[in-house]
């Protein structure tokens, strides 16, 4: 049985590529950091076979043990402070997380398999992935983007993701470690974060149709996203561990969007005006923005036989139902709409356990 190790297990990746290698056989380690973490007991519940390991990509000594504990074949770094707003109020921490981070768990990988810095003492033997992102190319020298695009990072979160993905390709051109890149474009599901725009959005609609909000306030509606389903994308990561040689992918589905095309299609499944509903603030407005991402992920398509398989109505009717689900939930049963909206797609994920009450406020 391969036995996996996921950091950043309690989030939206994480529990998708969790489930995705419990259901090809793997033995599945997953590092949760902090003290008594609420988000703990979601993995708990729907993960249980998930063995849980303590550590935190800021303690190099945590993750030695970690390493130690989980003994994995692959491991998949997926941990990050992975809000892009949030990186300009706190640039230091997000590069000690995003970047240094990388390095080290890099050398704790390095310390396990015993490879000590020459390409003679190879480190391979375990696989590492790193989970390297788009906003790496923020003010694109080309569209759409490929492998070999010049990153412009825009945000202190994507110049710390660009100096995480060259040391990961450092490592492996320098010990020989199997090590990949995975420059995923924007990836969404009922499991997203509340105050990713997607969500967002999604959570709004189905607050608004229920009574419980009157207004969504947004940024820009005019950046552009090649946005897919976090399912599709959780293949991806794995596919690139399975390869005879270890390389750099981009993965997307090679159409863009606005954010107001989210907005419109969201608000239309569930029979809103988003005309009445929502307004435009300055204060999600960025210092710099990422204006337009689509992803040429032929390389992918070609060595890996990767495809999406969930396109972008899909995705938002998918997450526009789980939330309307979610919500009615949460009212009393007298209160609850009677009629359901039809689906145009099925659905590949549940929604959140959390609260849908909490998330928004968290994201307000
Ligand atoms: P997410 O839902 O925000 O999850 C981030 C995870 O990182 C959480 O489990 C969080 O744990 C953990 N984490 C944060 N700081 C940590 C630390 N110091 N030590 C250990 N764990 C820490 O992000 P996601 O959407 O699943 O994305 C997964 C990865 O892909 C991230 O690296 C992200 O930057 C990258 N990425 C995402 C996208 C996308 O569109 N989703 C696209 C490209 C790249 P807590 O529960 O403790 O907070
Ligand atoms: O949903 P977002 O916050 O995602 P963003 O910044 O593209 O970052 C996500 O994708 C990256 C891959 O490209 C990941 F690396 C990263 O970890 C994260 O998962 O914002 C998307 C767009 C932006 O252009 C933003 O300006 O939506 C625009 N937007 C407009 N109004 C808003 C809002 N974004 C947020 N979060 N909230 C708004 O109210």
Same mark, same amino acid.
């Given at each position: 049985?391969?036995?996996?190790?996921?950091?950043?297990?309690?989030?939206?990746?994480?529990?998708?590529?969790?489930?995705?290698?419990?259901?090809?056989?793997?033995?599945?380690?997953?590092?949760?950091?902090?003290?008594?973490?609420?988000?703990?007991?979601?993995? *708990?519940?729907?993960?249980?076979?998930?063995?849980?390991? &303590?550590?935190?990509?800021?303690?190099?000594?945590?993750?030695?043990?970690?390493?130690?504990?989980?003994?994995?074949?692959?491991?998949?770094?997926?941990?990050?402070?992975?809000?892009? !707003?949030?990186?300009?109020?706190?640039?230091? +921490?997000?590069?000690?997380?995003?970047?240094?981070?990388?390095?080290?768990?890099?050398?704790?990988?390095?310390?396990?398999?015993?490879?000590?810095?020459?390409?003679?003492?190879?480190?391979?033997?375990?696989?590492?992935?790193?989970?390297?992102?788009?906003?790496?190319?923020?003010?694109?020298?080309?569209? !759409?983007?490929?492998?070999?695009?010049?990153?412009?990072?825009?945000?202190?979160?994507?110049?710390?993701?660009?100096?995480?993905?060259?040391?990961?390709?450092?490592?492996?051109?320098?010990?020989?470690?199997?090590?990949?890149?995975?420059?995923?474009?924007?990836? *969404?599901?009922?499991?997203?974060?509340?105050?990713?725009?997607?969500?967002?959005?999604?959570?709004?609609?189905?607050?608004?149709?229920?009574?419980?909000?009157?207004?969504?306030?947004?940024?820009?509606?005019?950046?552009?996203?090649?946005?897919?389903?976090?399912?599709?994308?959780?293949?991806?990561?794995?596919?690139?561990?399975?390869?005879?040689? !270890?390389?750099?992918?981009?993965?997307?589905?090679?159409?863009?969007?606005?954010?107001?095309?989210?907005?419109?299609?969201?608000?239309?499944?569930?029979?809103?005006?988003?005309?009445?509903?929502?307004?435009?603030?300055?204060?999600?407005?960025?210092?710099?923005?990422?204006?337009?991402?689509?992803?040429?992920?032929?390389?992918?398509?070609?060595?890996?036989?990767?495809?999406?398989?969930?396109?972008?109505?899909?995705?938002?009717?998918?997450? @526009?139902?789980?939330?309307?689900?979610? +919500?009615?939930?949460?009212?009393?049963?007298?209160?609850?709409?009677?009629?359901?909206?039809?689906?145009?797609? @099925?659905?590949?994920?549940?929604? &959140?356990? *959390?609260?849908?009450?909490?998330?928004? &406020?968290?994201?307000?």
């Amino acid at each position: 049985m391969p036995r996996a190790l996921i950091t950043g297990i309690t989030g939206q990746d994480g529990m998708y590529l969790a489930e995705h290698l419990l259901g090809l056989g793997y033995d599945v380690s997953g590092m949760v950091r902090g003290q008594d973490n609420p988000k703990r007991r979601t993995v *708990e519940a729907l993960l249980p076979d998930v063995r849980l390991v &303590e550590g935190d990509l800021l303690d190099a000594t945590s993750l030695r043990t970690t390493l130690q504990h989980a003994q994995p074949d692959e491991v998949y770094n997926l941990a990050a402070m992975s809000y892009v !707003p949030y990186s300009w109020g706190q640039s230091e +921490v997000t590069a000690a997380i995003n970047g240094v981070g990388v390095l080290r768990i890099l050398d704790a990988v390095r310390a396990l398999t015993g490879a000590s810095g020459s390409r003679a003492n190879s480190g391979a033997g375990v696989r590492f992935y790193q989970a390297s992102s788009s906003e790496m190319f923020g003010l694109a020298q080309e569209t !759409p983007q490929r492998e070999t695009t010049p990153f412009h990072p825009r945000s202190p979160y994507g110049a710390a993701k660009a100096y995480a993905h060259y040391i990961t390709v450092n490592v492996r051109e320098s010990y020989n470690l199997f090590a990949c890149g995975g420059i995923l474009f924007n990836h *969404e599901s009922p499991r997203r974060g509340a105050e990713f725009v997607t969500r967002k959005i999604s959570l709004a609609v189905a607050r608004i149709k229920a009574g419980l909000q009157d207004e969504l306030v947004l940024g820009n509606l005019d950046a552009r996203r090649d946005w897919g389903f976090a399912g599709d994308y959780v293949r991806a990561m794995h596919l690139m561990l399975q390869q005879d040689a !270890p390389d750099d992918f981009v993965i997307g589905t090679g159409e863009t969007h606005t954010v107001r095309e989210f907005v419109d299609l969201a608000f239309a499944r569930a029979g809103l005006d988003p005309e009445r509903y929502v307004r435009v603030d300055a204060e999600f407005i960025r210092p710099a923005e990422v204006d337009v991402l689509l992803a040429d992920a032929s390389k992918a398509h070609r060595v890996l036989g990767w495809r999406p398989q969930v396109d972008f109505a899909g995705l938002v009717d998918m997450m @526009v139902d789980a939330d309307v689900a979610a +919500v009615a939930r949460t009212l009393p049963a007298g209160e609850r709409p009677v009629r359901r909206t039809e689906r145009r797609t @099925v659905p590949h994920a549940e929604p &959140e356990p *959390e609260a849908p009450e909490t998330t928004q &406020e968290r994201a307000a």
